[in-house]
């Protein structure tokens, strides 16, 4: 195998490529305002099942997405052709249809040139992550289940990007990115028991393939043949992706307007929002930086705003919203600029701690199916998998059978009684790098389960 | 699953090739972009050109996709357009098998240079793959098609239609929320049209069009005092695999101020009483829990544990335990597997491994015989396909949502066959003494072996001595598969029949999206568990 030095970079266009393409379309732009957005990169991956590599990929793609507008007209157009015809034509497209678009009331005047802080979201390592060096990881996994008599299924992805945003009005950026997940699913092979473990990072020389495979294959001897416990509430201890798995729900409900017209959880009864008021346990910081070494992520947002650190909770009082430039202005609030990550601060208890600390309870590896039941209460739906124990008196005593939950994450951080050191987690249920989230253990107390499952 | 939950297509046959598609004039019939070779006779020599490469490069088998997808949507809110987008991806992938291992690799450089390189390329990460091998993958036989053509039976190609008249076909029917009262609405259409091409070295050359179209609205209703909201999605207009036609059709204008009703009356329903309710579902909401509890359970990868790392596997499993064993539901429930129905999500002249799918039974008469197959897993049946006199071939599964993706295993449509009485929704309220019923998709959940879902709806209704007799609030039911089927002691019969779906079927790592419909007719499921959902913030 080559030194790493020696290894190909993952394919995507550079910031001369980008420049040349952004300059082009501008030039060939009769519209008021023109705005080029232009992604590339590779998504390489590596499926295994039963032991064995089952498919894998690598496919390089570019997008140029192209905006005009004029006066108050707006429309879009996307391409994945780079060729100088192509682009023109996409230009012209994008023309013709925004002069038939009605007016559109809301609309905010392009960007002029922005400062932007330089992100520190892309690795070498994730970003030259060639097949051999894939199958290589998987062996870890695939060869260590078959040596302890296990069935081994799991998911290795990379990706490796490019973006970058240009206007008329002069703004520029062109920022690199990376992302790896890896997680990994063991199964007895007469299916009484299953084991998950998984890990996300920027940074594939972080992620621990063994660790991985030992982490599952344990989960999954431990877990064989549960008995069924009744649902109801249960003090739980979340292990951190668990955590994540819930606690990530709440970004997707911090829209400010939603929230401003009464549709929101964090609508104000009688009107407004509820910036300002406490909604969840004091010990409770929720924070997207782009800048934050372990969860970082690109600092130029999709329309030219800048990303900044945003507060959204701090210590259990809302302190920010997701705003929009519109509504921003609107409301006399500063845009989010927001990076999509996510971080949550977190306490001294370990695992070990907070399971002796438990007289009766479930501990819980992850979940998953997770859906929106009332977005009036955040509350979701979901199942625990591929590892949920119980606890009694201060120990881990033996496997239970998964449990449906409709819980909050609201009521659940409300219920908080301790958290651990928060842990970078692939939390996202279909194995991809996802949203980056940082996020402790914790303990819950009357965590609500409303059925229970024969799934293994 | 995954995020949104909706997605894409495909289209239907016979009928499909003798309608072809009629353009309908006007503005942005042009492409979108112009380095795109203009006859499908260009993919042809390029798909050929790839499979030639990685035969050369030592692949026993390949095939190669090229695809040219344009897809527009259109969002509105109130009286304002939100989003204008139209996105056009060409690209192409091809997929190896080099000694019993399979390789991918796709690329958007159509060129001549480029579909070669790529294709030494997946046979490189074939090559790659064979170090973990434990077992060789093998196929099942499939006839060769040299010049298939097949193309969705839409009738007014969406990308004929002006933008103006699609968007003020929904700021009208926006219009019609608001004066029936709405306090937000939301609108959209969106549309699909992918002309693929594929080739394999079995002599295949096929060339398809397939088009999807989803028009749809939500209304949300907030109560005075901003303590309550509630909204109405527009499931009564299900996406199909159609053209423009669908949107003009569904006339959303026309259903919009019902629909605001509906909202209003969800925000002073009544909380529903926890217990066990009969409940009759209406097509509207039960293709989900087909797709969720019959489609899903069915597809044969998930059974042998290849999917066990994120869609999860089956408690249909190991298959030799349930074939022909397993009593799914009563005498009266058939489950038919298609992707022929004309204006069907999943229809198509042949998959994606070239297959041409055929229409084939996974329940009948109340018991299990059979699962969803591709090439590679018809083989894995072979042994209770030969004891049941069986040709051991695909049914058409292979499916890929991208040229980017690699093809595996997707459900086709999966539908619950209606009953041989003539009965419709009324009848089966009328015949219920104390029950709920569902009208509407809403939220839903279930496990990875598909025994435990949960299930909400759009619309909620008290039966009470076979008559509607009040609008509930906060419902949710949930299941346990096997029990759910088997006390579904009422069918609809063929009038009542209906096809609904879903553009956002995940499965795969990468997820990816497949669009399947569900046909069924209304049923009635005695003594299902009933939860309420309703908490105070």
Not at chain 1, 37 to 46: C, D, K, L, P
Not at chain 2, 452 to 477: H, P, R, S
């Amino acid at each position: 195998m080559a030194p790493r030095s020696l290894r190909a970079v993952a394919r995507h266009l550079s910031r001369t490529e980008c420049e040349q393409i952004a300059k082009r379309v501008l030039e060939f732009s009769k519209a008021d305002e023109c705005r080029v957005s232009i992604n590339s990169g590779v998504r390489a991956n590596t499926r295994f099942a039963v032991n064995q590599i089952s498919t894998a990929g690598d496919n390089y793609n570019n997008s140029v997405s192209i905006r005009s507008v004029f006066g108050k007209k707006v429309a879009n157009v996307t391409i994945n052709r780079l060729d100088e015809a192509s682009l023109r034509l996409a230009v012209e497209n994008s023309e013709r249809i925004a002069r038939l678009a009605p007016d559109d009331p809301e609309l905010m005047p392009e960007l002029g040139p922005q400062t932007y802080d330089e992100p520190i979201v892309w690795n070498d390592a994730t970003a030259s992550l060639e097949p051999e060096l894939r199958a290589e990881a998987v062996r870890a996994i695939t060869e260590r289940s078959r040596a302890a008599g296990l069935v081994s299924t799991g998911y290795l992805e990379a990706q490796a990007q490019a973006f970058a945003i240009a206007n008329s009005a002069g703004l520029f950026a062109y920022q690199r990115s990376t992302g790896v997940a890896f997680t990994t699913t063991v199964r007895t092979p007469d299916g009484t028991g299953s084991g998950w473990a998984g890990a996300s990072d920027n940074d594939f020389t972080r992620i621990k393939p063994v660790e991985l495979a030992e982490r599952a294959i344990e989960k999954a001897r431990r877990s064989i043949n549960p008995a069924a416990v009744e649902p109801g509430r249960y003090t739980v201890v979340l292990e951190p992706t668990a955590a994540a798995n819930l606690v990530q729900l709440i970004g997707g409900a911090l829209n400010a307007r939603n929230a401003d017209e009464g549709r929101s959880f964090f609508s104000k009864a009688g009107g407004g929002n509820k910036i300002g008021e406490k909604v969840v346990d004091e010990r409770v910081t929720l924070v997207s930086d782009p800048l934050d070494p372990r969860v970082p992520a690109n600092t130029a947002g999709g329309d030219g705003t800048p990303a900044r650190r945003v507060t959204w909770i701090q210590n259990g009082v809302v302190r920010d919203l997701a705003y929009d430039r519109f509504w921003a202005q609107r409301m006399g609030r500063q845009p989010s600029g927001t990076a999509g990550t996510l971080r949550m601060d977190g306490g001294d208890s370990s695992l070990e701690d907070m399971i002796a600390s438990t007289e009766r309870g479930l501990l819980v590896t992850r979940f998953w199916y997770i859906r929106p039941v009332d977005p009036r209460t955040i509350l979701f739906t979901g199942l625990t998998r591929d590892g949920t124990f119980l606890i009694e008196n201060g120990r881990v005593t033996r496997p239970v059978k998964n449990l449906r939950y409709n819980e909050s994450p609201i009521f659940m951080l409300n219920n908080l009684q301790a958290m651990g050191r928060p842990e970078r987690v692939s939390a996202s249920e279909s194995g991809g790098p996802g949203q980056a989230i940082m996020i402790p253990a914790m303990k819950i107390r009357d965590f609500t389960f409303t059925s229970t499952s024969d799934a293994i | 699953m995954s995020s949104s939950r909706r997605e894409f297509l495909q289209q239907s046959a016979a009928a499909a090739a003798a309608i072809g598609i009629i353009t309908a004039d006007r503005a942005n019939a042009a492409p979108l972009s112009q380095s795109q070779p203009t006859g499908q006779s260009d993919h042809r020599e390029l798909a050929l050109r790839a499979i030639d490469a990685a035969r050369g490069a030592g692949a026993q088998y390949a095939d190669c996709r090229i695809s040219s997808a344009r897809s527009q949507n259109i969002g509105t809110r109130e009286r304002r357009v939100t989003n204008i987008g139209d996105n056009e991806t060409f690209g192409f992938g091809v997929r190896v098998l080099v000694d019993g291992c399979w390789g991918f690799a796709a690329s958007a450089d159509v060129t001549a240079d480029e579909v070669a390189r790529v294709a030494r390329q997946a046979v490189a990460q074939a090559r790659a793959n064979r170090a973990a091998m434990v077992r060789p993958v093998e196929m099942a036989p499939t006839d060769p098609v040299p010049n298939g053509v097949w193309r969705s039976p839409a009738r007014i190609d969406p990308f004929t239609v002006a933008i103006e008249d699609k968007a003020a076909y929904l700021l009208e029917a926006n219009a019609a929320a608001l004066d029936a009262g709405a306090r937000f609405v939301n609108s959209q259409m969106f549309f699909l049209k992918d002309e693929k091409t594929f080739a394999s070295t079995l002599g295949t050359v096929t060339q398809q069009t397939i088009m999807r179209a989803q028009p749809g609205m939500t209304v949300t209703m907030v109560s005075a005092d901003n303590r309550d909201f509630q909204t109405r999605q527009s499931t009564d207009i299900q996406p199909k695999g159609l053209g423009y036609e669908h949107v003009l059709d569904a006339d959303l204008k026309r259903h919009a101020a019902r629909w605001v009703e509906e909202a209003r009356q969800k925000l002073t329903a009544k909380p529903v009483e926890v217990g066990r309710y009969d409940l009759v579902l209406h097509p509207t909401h039960l293709w989900l829990t087909i797709h969720e509890a019959i489609a899903h359970p069915t597809e044969l990868d998930r059974a042998y544990g290849y999917e066990a790392n994120y869609a999860g596997t089956s408690f249909l499993a190991p298959p030799e335990d349930f074939l022909g064993k397993f009593r799914y539901g009563p005498d009266f429930m058939n489950v038919l597997a298609d992707r022929s129905a004309p204006g069907s999500l999943s229809a198509c002249g042949w998959d994606d491994e070239g297959v041409a799918p055929e229409d084939f039974y996974i329940v009948k008469d109340g018991m299990f015989v059979d699962y969803q197959t591709t090439r590679e897993q018809a083989m894995w049946l072979d042994a209770w396909y030969k004891s049941r006199n069986m040709p051991t071939r695909s049914h058409g599964c292979s499916y890929a949502q991208t040229w980017a993706d690699v093809q595996f295993q997707r459900m086709p449509n999966v539908n619950l066959l209606p009953g041989e009485q003539d009965l419709v929704w009324d009848d089966l309220i009328a015949a219920t003494e104390n029950g709920i019923a569902i009208i509407g998709d809403g939220s839903f959940s279930i496990d990875q072996q598909r025994y435990n879902a949960q299930f909400g709806g759009q619309l909620f209704y008290e039966v009470k001595n076979g008559k509607i007799t009040g609008m509930l609030k906060d419902v949710a039911y949930q299941i346990r598969t096997p029990e759910f089927w088997n006390a579904m002691d009422m069918i609809g019969g063929r009038r009542s029949y209906e096809l609904g779906g879903a553009f956002g079927d995940g499965k795969g790592q990468p997820a990816q999206s497949n669009a399947v419909s569900h046909g069924c007719p209304p049923t009635r499921h005695k003594q299902v568990n009933v939860i309420n959902t309703g908490r105070n913030a």
